[in-house]
């Protein structure tokens, strides 16, 4: 009977975590959504040179953000859920306000410094004065970005993504409609194009502020007990002991230091191309106005697309930190392997077509999303930049496993290596004539390449993992690149077929797109379940997974 209790338990505290990873995906897609749909009337509103001030600042915040929070969620969210694996729920709470103090003091000195050095990153970093006003706008946000880290690492240690994923919407609506609505009033008082940038920034500022309260007032109606199920079927009430203030302090560091510097050593290749494509492009032959200018466009909208298809990997990657620390912290070695197998299917599985499909139509794509007259010079730039997708679901997977495993700081030797192949090359590429803008995705690309290499490697030889080739990357790759050739088959005779005698505009060109779409994803999925690449062991990680399962039977695509 106890055993058919633990089992049940287990089983409901599965189905909450499977649910809350599927809100979670949701609410990040929605969030890549409408920050790629902001920066349409953005563009439209700032053009290339406006964009240009906005993404500068904001590459800069990045930064910045990443020096002050990337490390301390996952180190919170590893200690909640070892914690929690042990049964000592009364440690878990107190994780929770320790961690709190510290978010608030390391958010407010983020916000002083980014303020104070807001004048020396304008006029030396980025070399436009005028983009000051910016950074200025966007310095509030550190503060209550670090709060909501500590709401959102507590969060993620009970594998409760739903607030995390909603907070996001929230900040990315925020940005959306306050930001166009700042910078349409900025524009009807005939402020100069450097304060309206600065007036959109106010809107990631205030919708920053919304998602902190949401997350506070989630928070205060959060009930543990519900996630607790199958430890309390173990512990009961739970373990009694507690670590003190200082040890839990001195775990967190330990854990969010080497995150945090491979973190902000990964986010400057932002800052790399913010800094290098300027003046690289000016030692081409470009003067620093149309400088400026592509690295607008290239920041807006190739930048902006490139995020997007990693966002349905992130929450795998995520989740993969709290299972692995409690596979860890219990020593089920095996149950780790399993999960990190179907985590890294999975990855292959969302990766590849993204970047391949990405590949095979980028004009289509630019024109249907920005349609602002230069897809034909960004394509190819696209292209390029596409297949990087992979690599980063593979670092972000790889990332996660070693965080999980309590091997943090490898990471930093992956990322500082792959952030320095990315200034040399970019430095090299983007000021030789004939390469120029090209030479910006090529370098991330060899970036991504060389940081997802070495973080394989470390998860091989440190935490004795490597996921089969054939089974988790070949298969999934055989499958994404048939899909991604009928892509690209279908979008030029649909393009001869229907509009050979006319122009083809933003109309046309999402007919083409979907047209594309409809064809490569079923080609895509029969080619895959065709090759064995997902099995009915996979699918059981779904939600309502046996009516899936049931039905892919049916129409024979699973045997």
């Given at each position: 009977?106890?055993?058919?209790?633990?089992?049940?338990?287990?089983?409901?505290?599965?189905?909450?975590?499977?649910?809350?990873?599927?809100?979670?995906?949701?609410?990040?897609?929605?969030?890549?959504?409408?920050?790629?749909?902001?920066?349409?009337?953005?563009?439209?509103?700032?053009?290339?040179?406006?964009?240009?001030?906005?993404?500068?600042?904001?590459?800069?915040?990045?930064?910045?953000?990443?020096?002050?929070?990337?490390?301390?969620?996952?180190?919170?969210?590893?200690?909640?859920?070892?914690?929690?694996?042990?049964?000592?729920?009364?440690?878990?709470?107190?994780?929770?306000?320790?961690?709190?103090?510290?978010?608030?003091?390391?958010?407010?000195?983020?916000?002083?410094?980014?303020?104070?050095?807001?004048?020396?990153?304008?006029?030396?970093?980025?070399?436009?004065?005028?983009?000051?006003?910016?950074?200025?706008?966007?310095?509030?946000?550190?503060?209550?970005?670090?709060?909501?880290?500590?709401?959102?690492?507590?969060?993620?240690?009970?594998?409760?993504?739903?607030?995390?994923?909603?907070?996001?919407?929230?900040?990315?609506?925020?940005?959306?409609?306050?930001?166009?609505?700042?910078?349409?009033?900025?524009?009807?008082?005939?402020?100069?194009?450097?304060?309206?940038?600065?007036?959109?920034?106010?809107?990631?500022?205030?919708?920053?502020i919304l998602g902190f309260f949401y997350l506070w007032l989630t928070k205060l109606s959060f009930s543990p007990a519900r996630y607790d199920v199958e430890y309390r079927a173990i512990y009961g009430r739970g373990v009694p002991d507690c670590a003190g203030t200082k040890p839990i302090i001195g775990r967190l560091l330990r854990v969010a230091?080497?995150?945090?510097?491979?973190?902000?050593?990964?986010?400057?290749?932002?800052?790399?191309?913010?800094?290098?494509?300027?003046?690289?492009?000016?030692?081409?032959?470009?003067?620093?106005?149309?400088?400026?200018?592509?690295?607008?466009?290239?920041?807006?909208?190739?930048?902006?697309?490139?995020?997007?298809?990693?966002?349905l990997i992130y929450p795998v990657a995520y989740m993969i930190v709290p299972l692995v620390a409690e596979c860890v912290a219990r020593r089920e070695r095996k149950r780790m392997r399993g999960i990190l197998t179907s985590a890294f299917k999975m990855t292959a599985i969302i990766a590849l077509p993204c970047a391949l499909g990405m590949a095979?139509?980028?004009?289509?794509?630019?024109?249907?999303?920005?349609?602002?007259?230069?897809?034909?010079?960004?394509?190819?730039l696209l292209s390029i930049i596409a297949v990087a997708v992979f690599f980063v679901g593979i670092l972000a997977t790889t990332n996660s496993t070693l965080q999980g495993a309590r091997k943090e700081r490898y990471p930093i030797i992956s990322m500082l290596a792959g952030a320095g192949v990315k200034l040399v090359s970019s430095w090299i590429?983007?000021?030789?004539?004939?390469?120029?803008?090209?030479?910006?995705?090529?370098?991330?690309?060899?970036?991504?390449?060389?940081?997802?290499?070495?973080?394989?490697?470390?998860?091989?030889?440190?935490?004795?993992?490597?996921?089969?080739?054939?089974?988790?990357?070949?298969?999934?790759?055989?499958?994404?690149?048939?899909?991604?050739?009928?892509?690209?088959?279908?979008?030029?005779?649909?393009?001869?077929?229907?509009?050979?005698?006319?122009?083809?505009?933003?109309?046309?060109?999402?007919?083409?797109?979907?047209?594309?779409?409809?064809?490569?994803?079923?080609?895509?999925?029969?080619?895959?379940?065709?090759?064995?690449?997902?099995?009915?062991?996979?699918?059981?990680?779904?939600?309502?997974?046996?009516?899936?399962?049931?039905?892919?039977?049916?129409?024979?695509?699973?045997?």
């Amino acid at each position: 009977m106890p055993e058919l209790q633990n089992n049940a338990a287990a089983e409901k505290g599965r189905s909450l975590v499977v649910s809350s990873v599927l809100v979670y995906t949701l609410a990040n897609i929605l969030t890549k959504v409408i920050g790629v749909f902001f920066k349409i009337p953005m563009l439209s509103l700032l053009g290339n040179t406006g964009m240009g001030y906005f993404n500068t600042a904001y590459q800069v915040y990045v930064w910045f953000y990443m020096i002050s929070t990337a490390g301390l969620p996952v180190a919170v969210s590893t200690l909640v859920a070892e914690s929690r694996a042990k049964g000592r729920f009364r440690q878990v709470r107190k994780i929770y306000f320790i961690a709190l103090r510290l978010f608030f003091v390391i958010g407010l000195v983020g916000a002083l410094l980014m303020f104070a050095l807001s004048g020396p990153l304008a006029d030396k970093v980025i070399e436009r004065p005028a983009a000051r006003f910016s950074i200025i706008a966007l310095a509030p946000t550190l503060f209550f970005v670090c709060l909501s880290s500590a709401f959102r690492g507590y969060f993620q240690g009970f594998r409760y993504m739903v607030p995390t994923g909603i907070s996001e919407v929230i900040e990315a609506l925020g940005k959306l409609l306050l930001g166009i609505l700042f910078a349409q009033l900025a524009i009807s008082a005939g402020k100069p194009i450097e304060v309206v940038a600065a007036c959109a920034v106010l809107g990631v500022t205030v919708g920053v502020i919304l998602g902190f309260f949401y997350l506070w007032l989630t928070k205060l109606s959060f009930s543990p007990a519900r996630y607790d199920v199958e430890y309390r079927a173990i512990y009961g009430r739970g373990v009694p002991d507690c670590a003190g203030t200082k040890p839990i302090i001195g775990r967190l560091l330990r854990v969010a230091v080497p995150i945090t510097l491979s973190s902000s050593a990964m986010s400057l290749s932002g800052m790399i191309d913010t800094m290098v494509l300027n003046s690289g492009l000016t030692r081409a032959g470009f003067d620093p106005d149309t400088a400026f200018d592509m690295y607008g466009a290239y920041s807006t909208q190739i930048t902006s697309l490139f995020n997007l298809p990693p966002v349905l990997i992130y929450p795998v990657a995520y989740m993969i930190v709290p299972l692995v620390a409690e596979c860890v912290a219990r020593r089920e070695r095996k149950r780790m392997r399993g999960i990190l197998t179907s985590a890294f299917k999975m990855t292959a599985i969302i990766a590849l077509p993204c970047a391949l499909g990405m590949a095979a139509i980028p004009r289509y794509i630019l024109n249907t999303v920005y349609n602002h007259g230069d897809a034909d010079d960004l394509a190819p730039l696209l292209s390029i930049i596409a297949v990087a997708v992979f690599f980063v679901g593979i670092l972000a997977t790889t990332n996660s496993t070693l965080q999980g495993a309590r091997k943090e700081r490898y990471p930093i030797i992956s990322m500082l290596a792959g952030a320095g192949v990315k200034l040399v090359s970019s430095w090299i590429l983007v000021g030789i004539p004939a390469v120029n803008i090209y030479g910006a995705p090529i370098s991330t690309l060899l970036c991504y390449i060389t940081a997802a290499s070495l973080n394989l490697w470390f998860v091989f030889t440190k935490v004795g993992y490597f996921p089969s080739v054939t089974r988790v990357f070949l298969r999934p790759f055989v499958a994404a690149a048939a899909a991604g050739g009928s892509a690209f088959a279908v979008s030029r005779l649909a393009e001869k077929a229907l509009f050979s005698s006319q122009a083809v505009g933003r109309g046309q060109n999402l007919l083409i797109t979907l047209l594309a779409v409809l064809v490569a994803v079923p080609v895509y999925g029969i080619i895959l379940f065709k090759a064995k690449g997902v099995t009915e062991e996979d699918l059981t990680l779904l939600p309502k997974s046996k009516k899936i399962v049931g039905f892919l039977k049916k129409i024979r695509l699973l045997g």
